[in-house]
């Protein structure tokens, strides 16, 4: 067939449907509705999706923390229920036998009931200490002043680094660095602001050297827990670490490296990975819904192109008694169908795309939603889906059409 | 391919057309061997009282019903059992129908209506809107050529009918009632336009029951009990 006559066919079809426009539009509205549903669907989950991952990307991915526990198990005769407590050589020795570690700090911490001070305001935060590579474990950023640093760390200094809802709330407006604070009663130097905003919790902690906070605040070395950020993006070299480090703190402390509650970890790789797992299932059943709502729209396209087919049992037979062929018929259904399915479906995939849009733009600071959006793949696929339900839906209106004998369609009544 | 010479003069040939129908357990018997033949350029007419099988005759001349004996050929081809795409293409390139209710395509213009049968023909837009548009004139319904079926009334409608039945150059054209719906002085001028387009040499085939109409063809058949007469049977 060539070119003329395909538009010429097509011509045709355009026509008849224009002439008929209620029960077209009718009937195609149900299509662009499952597209539009469809589109909504898997773009909020797609938002969710990129909300998650951005807030684990602020911290870094790829960081475990331990905490010790209770054990559960008889081991070398010890019986169960030895509680562990970790200390600064449990620190340096991940450091210096686990290959993967970067950063690694222990972190000590004065729970939120410490009162702090500075001059007539008093408040009550949570204060850690921590190594000044901690930074790059929870991935804060320093807006004023400067960041703990080594040197810190080794004179065992009185300096603080405070978050901004701390600021706040002692110092409003006015200056802090370079001021003096009172930490239960201590007198600590502030060196800096920091910021955290993906992390609601960190916002009004405050860090010190943890060498000050073991020797001003505490008997010996102990740490409460320990954490750090591991060199890899896999996930199953994440588990390989992590058993790594369960096996030395399970020697160092003489529990059985099965003993699951002896030692707690927080991998932020697995969880989100777990989190990416979660969202592809989500993703699945987001299609399934929407598929679900686009068969309906085939079924109603169907059921409408049924009633048409009878609408046009006359016409039809006049076109038949005047030389249309069986095939010709069937096309004209199908194509028809298609093209009903195509446009409204089309119709949808845009309003769709247009309302995620909206949505993105005015939608912003929910925390775990972000760029609620389609890729350009997703489009195709959806908008191929059409094409095929199309056919499908113009399936058995156009048997029905080929079917028909002209001298009972034409039976004059 | 025929097996026996046959008269060019010949247009229509019918020959021991046997059809039976079957509603629920009887079958019914309609046509029980018809003989006919139309020489080309004839102007014939069929009569015969309802329920005679006329219009199942019309339908198997016209390829759009089958047969159960006998032999059909139309313009010296045999007509015997073909799939129905094959019947759409011979009805489309030998025949032209017209029908006691017109049956246009509503939705569709005069002009539109009569160039259907030759977009059939994959004849492109443009050429077939024109043929359509120099049929309509030798009908004397140009200005009507952009008005819808139902802007028009009866005797418009059949001109328009025969328009669209002689657009495609058919070998004969069929005519089952023609004048069933319109008025007598409609009717009379219906077939007027007949014996002109007869005298240019096309075949017409008309069925009908009323006697008027029916003395204007060249010759008049009748179909009684499922047989072709010559004359009328009381």
Excluded: C
Excluded at chain 2, 119 to 147: C, D, I, S
């Amino acid at each position: 067939m060539d070119v003329r006559s395909i538009f010429d066919r097509l011509q045709e079809i355009f026509y008849t449907l224009e002439k008929n426009k209620l029960r077209t539009i009718l009937t195609g509205l149900t299509v662009s509705w499952g597209i539009f549903m469809l589109i909504l669907l898997l773009g909020s989950g797609y938002g969710l999706e990129n909300g998650v991952h951005s807030a684990f990307q602020e911290d870094a991915v790829n960081s475990l923390w331990i905490n010790p526990g209770q054990t559960s198990i008889p081991y070398k005769g010890i019986k169960q229920g030895r509680r562990i407590l970790f200390h600064n050589p449990d620190v340096n020795e991940i450091n210096r036998e686990i290959t993967r570690t970067e950063a690694i700090s222990g972190r000590f911490y004065l729970d939120r009931s410490t009162n702090v001070r500075y001059e007539k305001k008093t408040g009550n935060f949570q204060v850690v200490g921590v190594r000044p590579e901690y930074e790059k474990i929870e991935n804060y950023f320093i807006k004023t002043g400067r960041s703990l640093n080594q040197l810190d760390e080794n004179r065992i200094r009185k300096v603080a680094i405070l978050g901004i809802e701390v600021q706040q709330e002692l110092f409003q407006n006015r200056p802090s660095i370079g001021k003096y604070i009172l930490i239960k009663g201590v007198s600590f130097q502030v060196v800096g602001i920091f910021d955290d905003p993906e992390d609601e919790w960190n916002k009004d902690r405050i860090f010190i050297p943890i060498s000050t906070m073991q020797k001003v605040f505490s008997k010996n070395d102990l740490v409460h827990n320990i954490a750090m950020t591991i060199n890899t993006e896999d996930k199953l070299e994440a588990l390989a670490v992590e058993q790594e480090i369960r096996e030395l703190l399970a020697g160092r402390h003489t529990f059985s490296k099965n003993d699951r509650r002896a030692l707690f970890t927080h991998n932020s790789l697995i969880e989100y990975s777990n989190f990416m797992d979660l969202f592809a299932n989500i993703r699945l059943f987001i299609w399934v819904i929407g598929v679900g709502s686009i068969v309906a729209g085939i079924v109603s396209i169907s059921n409408i192109m049924l009633i048409a087919v009878k609408e046009r049992t006359r016409e039809i037979g006049i076109r038949k008694a005047l030389g249309e062929s069986p095939n010709s018929v069937i096309k004209m259904m199908l194509i028809e169908t298609i093209m009903i399915t195509l446009g409204f479906g089309y119709f949808g995939l845009i309003a769709g795309v247009g309302i995620l849009e909206i949505m993105g733009k005015y939608i912003t600071g929910v925390a775990y939603f972000k760029n609620p959006e389609i890729n350009l793949g997703v489009a195709f696929g959806a908008l191929l889906i059409l094409v095929l339900s199309g056919a499908l839906a113009g399936i058995f209106p156009a048997r029905q059409a080929a079917h028909i004998r002209p001298i009972d369609a034409l039976r004059d009544e | 391919m025929p097996h026996q010479t046959h008269d060019p003069n010949i247009i229509l040939s019918l020959k021991n057309i046997h059809k039976t129908y079957v509603q629920g357990r009887n079958p019914i018997p309609v046509l029980k061997g018809v003989e006919l033949s139309v020489k080309t350029g004839e102007m014939v007419s069929i009569m015969g009282s309802s329920g005679s099988g006329k219009s199942t005759l019309l339908n198997i001349i016209g390829l759009l019903d089958d047969y159960d004996q006998g032999e059909y050929l139309l313009a010296g081809k045999q007509m015997g059992k073909m799939d129905e795409t094959k019947a759409a293409a011979l009805r489309n390139r030998h025949l032209g129908f017209i029908f006691q209710s017109f049956h246009l395509i509503p939705f569709k213009t005069a002009q539109e209506n009569v160039a259907l049968p030759l977009f059939f023909q994959n004849v492109p837009r443009k050429k077939r809107n024109q043929k359509a548009l120099e049929y309509l004139e030798m009908l004397g319904m140009t200005q009507w050529a952009t008005h819808l079926p139902n802007e028009l009334s009866g005797g418009q409608k059949q001109r328009v009918a025969i328009a669209r039945a002689m657009v495609t150059n058919p070998n004969v054209i069929l005519a089952d009632e023609p004048t069933g719906a319109l008025d007598n002085d409609t009717s009379f001028e219906v077939m007027k336009i007949f014996k002109q387009i007869n005298n240019s040499g096309i075949t017409i085939l008309i069925i009908t029951h009323e006697k008027d109409i029916a003395a204007m063809t060249d010759r008049t058949l009748y179909l009684h009990d499922g047989v072709i007469h010559n004359r009328i049977i009381k």
